[in-house]
């Protein structure tokens, strides 16, 4: 039986009108710099916040992919819950996620993959209401085109059983992980500055020992950085800003990061 996840946060976190969506996203994907010879990403980690503060640094991470449109066919998408808590990592129960930029299938195959994993569960409440994957996917239509999704909110599990599912679809070039998370929240614009680095630190030293206060999505972030370092993933980092640099005020500013991990040159 067919079912598709519907947008839950068009028109709040990002414009609900395709044309509009379209136009704003490949204008922030514009606006960064262009770099020749950057190496393909296995892996980004991009933040979750709504475009007008986080986009221009999720940006940063995607505009990456653009050479890798055609050879990317699936996109394994992690984040955190905010609204409903799980008890490991829920998948959606749908076969579709919807945005006004279109639909998106998900990989049936990959989570068939998953089916014997203790921790890996189904539930669309998790899900429904969820953007910290929504937000994530007109980024991914822009610049890949068609691609299958495995969407999985992340809750209470430990990086070892993340690790454990990342590794179950790895695959190859055709894979991309996309890890999703913000950082500090809501310290002072300084003091963000200060604590966001040395998150950022621990992160290129592919150090899997992040708490939530660094990232609220130290889960899958550590899950990731446990495969990085058993793959032989490089960490680069892309952006580093926080909502005092893109749209907020400075008293109180949630920091972002997107970051890229390489496999070592075949």
Not at 186 to 194: H, I, T
Request: with cysteine.
């Amino acid at each position: 039986m067919n079912s598709s996840r519907p947008p839950a946060v068009a028109g709040l976190f990002y414009p609900s009108g395709r044309a509009e969506l379209s136009a704003g996203v490949r204008a922030l994907l514009a606006a960064v710099p262009l770099e020749t010879g950057a190496r393909p990403p296995k892996a980004l980690i991009v933040p979750h916040a709504g475009y007008v503060y986080s986009g221009p640094v999720a940006a940063s991470g995607y505009a990456r992919l653009a050479p890798l449109a055609g050879r990317i066919r699936r996109v394994v998408l992690l984040g955190p819950v905010h609204r409903v808590p799980v008890r490991g990592l829920a998948l959606p129960g749908a076969t579709t996620f919807s945005t006004p930029l279109g639909e998106v299938p998900l990989d049936i195959a990959a989570i068939t993959a998953l089916a014997d994993l203790p921790q890996v569960a189904v539930s669309a409440a998790a899900h429904a209401q969820e953007h910290s994957l929504e937000v994530h996917l007109p980024f991914l239509q822009t610049v890949l085109g068609e691609f299958r999704l495995l969407p999985l909110a992340v809750g209470d599990a430990t990086p070892g059983e993340v690790a454990e599912v990342l590794a179950r679809v790895w695959g190859g070039p055709e894979t991309l992980i996309v890890i999703s998370s913000d950082l500090s929240h809501y310290l002072p614009y300084e003091v963000a500055q200060r604590t966001d680095s040395e998150t950022v630190r621990h992160i290129l030293g592919l150090h899997a020992d992040l708490d939530h206060n660094q990232a609220c999505g130290a889960t899958p972030v550590n899950g990731l950085l446990a495969c990085a370092a058993a793959h032989g993933l490089t960490a680069e980092l892309l952006d580093l800003r926080n909502s005092g640099d893109t749209a907020g005020d400075r008293a109180r500013v949630v920091g972002y990061t997107a970051i890229a991990f390489h496999e070592a040159d075949r």
